[in-house]
Structure formats: C-alpha cells, structure tokens
C-alpha cells in the first residue's frame, strides 16, 4: 500500500476516496485492521529502531537539545506501548452510528442524531514518532481516513511506521489510502496541505508556537490547535505538604519535555516557611532550573537555594525543560488571575483541601483540564481510557482537551416518515 505520492493533492485525493469506504466500514474489519497495525509494529520492532536511531544521530548532530530527542527516541517498551495503544483503541467501543438523541415528533416523524466520521483528517506534528500510530489508529477507528506531515527530524520513523501502518490496514481490508505520509516539502508543502478544502475536513497541528503561527498564515480548511501548555501548579494554604510536594515533583520532572508539564509554581504566601523551603530544595536537588519572583528569590538566599530572578516572560514561556517559574500568590482568586494572564488554557491543578478554594478554582480556572489535588500530567487520551490521542485542544469548539474518537466526528439528523408532507 502506498503511503507516499508525487504530491500532496495526490495523496489528499486518494484518501478523499478512502474516506467513503470507511464512513461505511463494519466495526469488526476496523478492529481486525487495528489488530494487524499492533502485530505488525511488534514483528518488525527491529526495523522501526534502525530508521530511529538515523533521526537520533542527525538530531544530536543538529543539537536540538535532550527534550526533542527524548520526544524523538523509541526503543522496544516505546514501540510496545504504541502497540497496546492501538489494541486498547481496537477495543472501544465505535463511535460511528451512536445515537446522541432521538425522540418522535407529534407527526409521527422519528427524528434521530447519529456520530458519524468527519471524513478526511491531515495531522501535523513535531518531533513525536508515535504520533504516526496514535493519530492513525484514532481515526480508522472511528472511520476516518488520514493524512500525516511529521518533522524532518523524524523523517525516517515516520515513514517506516507509517509505512508498516498503511500495509498492515490494507491487508486487512482498508481501502488503498486511508493512511497516507507527505513529507519533505517544507513550508510550502505546509501550505498546500492546509489549503486543500476540497479534500481535508479537518486540519490538527500538534506542535508549538510556531507551527501554529505558520498554519494560522495560511489554513483554509478548518483546524484545531492542539496546543502548547503553559501549566500551572497552585499550592494552597490548606495543602497537605508532603502530597504537594510530591505532585510538584511529579507534575515537573517525571517527563518535562511534553505539554502538560508544569511550567509555573504558584505558592500561597501563608506557605512560605512550611512549603515553600522545601519545595525549593527539592527542586533544586532534582535538577531543576528555578526562576522566581522577588519574595521567593529572598527565600532562597536563605535557604541555601540557587534561583534566577524571573523576567516577565518567564511567566508566558513553555520551558519543554527542567527550568521552573516560582511566585508567591495572596489567595486563590489571586491565582486564578494569575493563570487568566499567563496561562495556555490547557492544564491547571490547585493543591488544597479546602472544598471552597477548590470549587472556586473549577469554576474560575478556563482551561481544558483543571485538577484538584492531582498532577498536571494526566491530560492524556490514554489516561483518560481513550486509548490514546491526537493532541490536547486548547480551543472550546469543536472540541476541547484531548481528541480522541468521539472528537474526530460529527453528527448528522436521520429522520423517518411514513409519507409525510408539510402542509
């Protein structure tokens, strides 16, 4: 099956075909075909490392700094996570044909709602070879043809992987191109994938600023950004300490080069001798990079605790790092004015247990996932029992938090009569 064309209209029109065969396809021969993607990815384990180790050796070369190359790297417990991925995605339930609502109206017409597949989805990405499988698996599934533009640095697992996807899902009876790859083209090759209205239905860029930046230019068919994440962490007074540092830490460096990792501490300036201390300490023991504001800098000059001090940017910036923006707050709603400003819209967590604090946070927070006493780093489709994802959408149409088979269909209205007419 191919997976590459002579262009991108091509590839965009062949899985436009694609896409009517798959709006019709049975339940079963999509999960046979998610089945094959898995077994396929495990046989041929050895193969997928050789063509990403190529994209490690030109990544180091390029300096492209250690939270790339650790999105970038695969190895065999990666490439199996990606395959009980799919089978986990093999296993839900299909959105296609659910009834959202029905009801008979007085004529005796039955009127009902029904999920159906948006069509032909391209998704753009960076860095993330697993993408490739994550996004392709979502959307067979849910009856959806795609097309995929990943990152030169991972030009080589991309096209294996896609390569083995494509194969495997032909030969379990997909129509030739409901996966397809385009690569290799560069901004203008961007460009005319995001203007293909005739054939794209949906447009996911999952990548930072600057992708954004570049589709916002020049996108004619509909999008959704799955977006950066400037997350936030707010301590509270009634924290219970040693949970809150432990979700600190967490929501910081259990993986800090992905988008729902923390970026900013927010302290309650009542904490500043039961927590705060503390949390710097073991922070800075961690590894991490801390830049503060005033109050917290004076704080750890006394506590023995390297810091810089914070530049206004600091409170904007998606570090992707082990560097940390640390500031005393009053209250909550000081917090949640806080974030308004400075905030992404994608995760936010409050520590505290006071039920009062925490619904205030809820409702006052505007983000796709707000936390209660949890780590920022569970804003995943697969942690969230999707299977997995595309992105995390930061936008609130049409979908919001992370995209997973619901989010990739539409609707549309069944109506039956018995020979009906309006008078």
């Known amino acids: 099956m191919a997976v590459t064309l002579s262009s991108v209209a091509d590839v965009c029109a062949l899985a436009r075909r694609a896409s009517r065969t798959l709006a019709q396809t049975d339940t079963a021969t999509k999960n046979a075909a998610l089945q094959a993607i898995a077994t396929a990815l495990r046989a041929r384990t050895e193969e997928i490392l050789a063509a990403n180790e190529l994209d490690l050796i030109a990544g180091r070369e390029a300096d492209i700094g250690a939270a790339l190359l650790d999105r970038l790297a695969l190895d ?6 990606i395959a009980r991925a799919v089978e986990a995605i093999a296993a839900l ?50 009856g959806n043809a795609i097309v995929l ?10 096209a294996v992987l896609c390569s083995i996807a494509a194969h495997a899902a032909a030969g379990a009876g997909l129509p030739d191109g409901s996966i397809g790859l385009v690569a290799g083209g560069g901004r203008s090759e961007l460009a005319e994938l995001a203007t293909q209205d005739d054939t794209i239905d949906l447009l996911i860029p999952r990548g930072g600023e600057n992708l954004k930046a570049a589709l916002k230019d020049v996108a004619s068919v509909p999008v959704i950004y799955a977006a950066s994440g ?5 301590v509270d007074a009634s924290a219970e300490i040693e949970q809150a540092l432990a979700i600190v830490l967490n929501a910081k460096t259990q993986r800090p080069g992905v988008c729902n990792a923390a970026e900013t501490l927010l302290v309650h300036e009542s ?143 069944l109506i039956e009569g018995d020979g009906h007419v309006r008078l």
């Open 149 to 158: 533009r990943g990152s030169s640095s991972a030009a080589n697992s991309n």
């Open 93 to 142: 339930g299909d959105p296609v044909g659910e009834t959202i609502d029905g009801h008979r109206l007085p004529n005796g017409m039955d009127v009902r709602k029904v999920r159906v597949p948006l069509g032909v989805i391209a998704v753009v990405y960076e860095a993330r070879p697993n993408v490739t499988i994550d996004a392709a698996a979502l959307c067979l599934k849910s």
């Open 230 to 234: 400037n997350c936030h962490v707010y």
């Open 271 to 413: 904490l500043v001798s039961s927590f705060l201390p503390e949390a710097l300490k073991r922070l800075s023991a961690a590894g991490v990079q801390l830049r503060v504001d005033e109050s917290t800098a004076r704080l750890a000059d006394e506590v023995g605790v390297q810091v810089q001090a914070a530049l206004p940017e600091d409170w904007d910036t998606e570090y992707l790092a082990m560097t940390l923006a640390v500031a005393l707050v009053e209250d909550t709603e000081r917090a949640i004015e806080h974030i308004a400003r400075h905030g992404s819209g994608h995760s936010e967590a409050i520590l505290t247990k006071d039920t009062g604090s925490a619904r205030a946070f809820q409702l006052g927070v505007d983000a796709a996932c707000v936390y209660v006493n949890a780590s920022t780093r569970f804003t995943d489709g697969g942690e969230f029992g999707m299977g997995a994802e595309i992105g995390n959408s930061t936008q609130k149409l049409h979908a919001r938090g992370p995209i997973g088979l619901r989010e990739l269909c539409t609707f549309k209205y």
């Open 76 to 81: 065999e417990a990666r490439i199996e996570s």
